[in-house]
């Protein structure tokens, strides 16, 4: 029987909210927990926009084939079978403030109970769907609860680029050329800067070779005239239109 493939959000989801999650936290991400229950399609967001923020992340999930096949994906670091092995790893990179990613093979909700009597406390939570017993708990003891909402940006439109050949040497070269682009003015331009030179790294092999960032119609500009006249080969779509 054929396995169904896994769930994976667009570029711009995760984008958008790891942007969202930068404001909501308004703390430095580095050495905080973030648990998210379910590995779907917005579980896969938010961990990889949490990696790029420099938060660690637990993601729960029953669907032990979904997890494996995240982690061949690039999409998480560790898959472990019991709750004590996740807390291990999660231990170690909280206290050096380094961003991970450990997803579980457990009922979500059997799980979040257990941490909750147990008094592990993240953060951050995340989860699909209403609160739980376990989740309940946590956010009474000062867990921020993150919605699924990642509203644009006001003034600003995405723009998106690929390339078909040449990618490792052209891709960071274009990155770039939108840092430089970018206004200091803008409030959201240090996260939009954490986002192109960092998120490489934790897009994996399903949502790399290809880059976007919310920029404001004058940054736009000028970065779509550098674009032509120094990466010429690229493909550049503004809101999904190719301009």
């Not at 003034?155 to 770039?176: E, F, K």
Request: net charge negative.
């Amino acid at each position: 029987m054929a396995v169904a493939p896994m769930p994976l959000p667009d570029l711009s989801r995760v984008h958008d909210r790891y942007l969202a999650l930068s404001r909501s936290a308004a703390v430095p991400l580095a050495g905080k927990l973030l648990l998210r229950l379910c590995f779907d399609a917005e579980g896969v967001a938010g961990a990889v926009a949490a990696s790029v923020a420099g938060a660690a992340t637990l993601c729960v999930d029953a669907d032990a084939e979904a997890l494996r096949a995240g982690l061949r994906a690039g999409l998480c670091d560790f898959v472990v079978g019991n709750l004590d092995e996740a807390l291990r790893i999660l231990k170690n990179e909280v206290r050096r403030g380094l961003p991970v990613t450990v997803c579980l093979s457990a009922d979500p909700e059997t799980c979040a109970r257990e941490m909750a009597e147990r008094g592990v406390q993240p953060d951050l939570l995340s989860e699909a769907g209403a609160a739980t017993e376990g989740t309940r708990a946590m956010i009474e003891r000062g867990a921020l609860r993150l919605t699924e909402d990642a509203e644009a940006e006001a003034g600003t439109s995405l723009l998106r680029w690929s390339v078909a050949t040449d990618a490792a040497r052209t891709m960071p070269r274009i990155a770039a050329i939108a840092v430089d682009c970018l206004d200091a003015a803008v409030a959201s331009t240090p996260e939009r800067r954490r986002w192109l030179e960092i998120s490489p790294r934790y897009l994996g092999r399903a949502l790399g070779g290809q880059q976007c960032v919310r920029m404001t119609p004058e940054e736009a500009t000028a970065f779509i005239t550098r674009m032509r006249a120094e990466a010429p080969g690229a493909k550049v779509e503004r809101d999904r239109e190719a301009v």
